[in-house]
């Protein structure tokens, strides 16, 4: 792979990352988008979902430490083959998420976070051939 693709490829993963982060913020805010996550059968989530979505947040920013630091963009954890294997299993937890997604009851959430997982997926693959 090209430096420039994986590169291109971890930066996207984060801003994607970046995204997902002020979307569950404003879920725990009790924005009424809850049609697009956790199933989709809150407009408005509970206070159970909502400490959901605070954990979420925090797994968002080591998932984007871990794909910068594969790529060569960070380096915070001192274990580059822990952050190579950890990016695999990135890739397979994105893998998964198409398939939970798309199973979902809620429209909106298949349309959007099912695809958005096939490119989390895809972005992860490049940078861990890196």
Partial sequence: MSAGLVTGAA??????????????????????????????QDRVLPVQKRLGSAVSIGLYLIFAV??????????VLPWPGVVAVAVWVLAGYFGLGIVMNAASRSRPER????????????????VALS
Avoid at 11 to 40: N, R, Y
């Fill in 111 to 126: 349309w959007t976070m099912a695809p958005l997982c096939a490119l989390l997926a895809v972005l992860t693959v490049v």
């Fill in 66 to 75: 871990l794909v910068l630091q594969r790529a060569g963009l960070a380096t």
């Fill in 11 to 40: 930066l996207l993963f984060s801003a994607l990352m970046a995204g997902l982060i002020v979307f569950q913020a404003a879920l725990i805010a009790g924005a009424p988008l809850g049609h697009f996550a956790w199933g989709g």
